[in-house]
């Protein structure tokens, strides 16, 4: 059995576990961020890491007005928004979400580390349990209560910055041919909802005056240069039929694989940062129990979750190195 420890990481009280193969840190007053995966073996630190001090401004604050880095939680929203519904008509999703810029209670228990904490403006407790099932397998699982007498409808996904290197290649399961854009830095590949093939988008239908040097066809499943102009954030446009996706580093064959249960987490998003977005280099695999970031949006397409009043829901996210 694995156990966790607490340290110092930047002046945060962290908690920091590992096996022979894997070594991962949590700091739960951000939000219980995780600021390490560490392959023990290989010496590959996955997630990246910001030139910004660690910290956030505190709730309802900008994303990118915290370190920007690690990996977080993102619920029970992505982009800001107001919610749509009654009894909580009107009030704000903060951006990425309330729960990241939120401390967290956090305790070890034997092999386990239970981080929790309560919404602020929504009515509801999240609960994660942190532990290693193998040497090269993290496995965290999420309880999210509501506490209301009403239905209350969620995303939540996981937002896990890696180190990007060109040349790296993402996997998902066979079958997924469509994705739909959340974001597209100069538009490259279209506003929000533009549909394209999957992995090789039709760029002539979007070309501008910004792209049109770049009509050469993309391969969206291998990691571009950090060119400083690119970011792009899309789903799937189906829902998942198997709940896993990797990235792997086909020059030291290291790779990161994400498995999830399709039933409570049906979809899949990337975020793919060539220098577009505040010049970061940097890649995501988004797990997402909902889709396209925008809470009201997913809830008119009926393609968000729903915790009944007084219930409860739970998934699981697993994470294997090798």
């Not at 309880?143 to 180190?163: E, G, K």
């Not at 050469?216 to 970011?231: C, F, Q, T």
């Not at 396209?292 to 409860?312: C, H, K, W, Y």
Request: proline share 6%.
């Amino acid at each position: 059995m694995t156990y966790w420890t607490k340290t110092d990481r930047e002046g945060y009280e962290a908690w920091i576990s590992e096996t022979s193969k894997l070594s991962v840190t949590i700091i739960p007053t951000l939000g219980s961020k995780m600021v390490s995966l560490l392959n023990k073996e290989t010496g590959r630190e996955w997630l990246w890491r910001s030139d910004k001090p660690l910290g956030n401004q505190g709730y309802g604050s900008a994303f990118g007005d915290g370190d920007e880095s690690g990996w977080d939680e993102m619920f029970p929203g992505i982009n800001v928004c107001a919610y749509p519904d009654e009894p909580w008509r009107g009030r704000i999703v903060p951006d990425h979400g309330e729960v990241w810029s939120l401390p967290w209670q956090a305790q070890a228990d034997n092999g386990t580390l239970r981080c929790n904490v309560q919404g602020r403006e929504f009515p509801y407790t999240l609960d994660k349990a942190v532990s290693f099932i193998a040497d090269d397998t993290l496995r965290i699982e999420y309880t999210v209560t509501n506490l209301s007498d009403y239905p209350f409808s969620f995303l939540w996904a996981a937002h896990p910055l890696l180190r990007a290197e060109a040349g790296m290649k993402l996997r998902v399961p066979d079958g997924l041919k469509t994705i739909a854009m959340s974001y597209s830095a100069q538009t490259r590949l279209g506003n929000f909802g533009a549909k394209h093939r999957w992995p090789i988008p039709d760029l002539s239908l979007f070309r501008t005056e910004s792209t049109r040097d770049h009509g050469a066809p993309i391969d969206l499943s291998v990691l571009e240069p950090n060119e400083g102009r690119y970011a792009e954030k899309y789903y799937f446009a189906d829902e998942l039929a198997e709940g896993w996706a990797e990235l792997c580093d086909p020059v030291t064959d290291e790779a990161i694989t994400f498995r999830f249960p399709t039933e409570q987490v049906p979809y899949l998003a990337v975020w793919a940062n060539y220098g577009g977005y505040a010049g970061h280099y940097h890649f995501a695999i988004e797990p997402a129990t909902g889709t396209m970031d925008d809470l009201a949006f997913a809830m008119s397409e009926n393609r968000t979750s729903v915790i009944a009043p007084g219930g409860m829901y739970r998934w699981y996210l697993e994470t294997c190195v090798r």
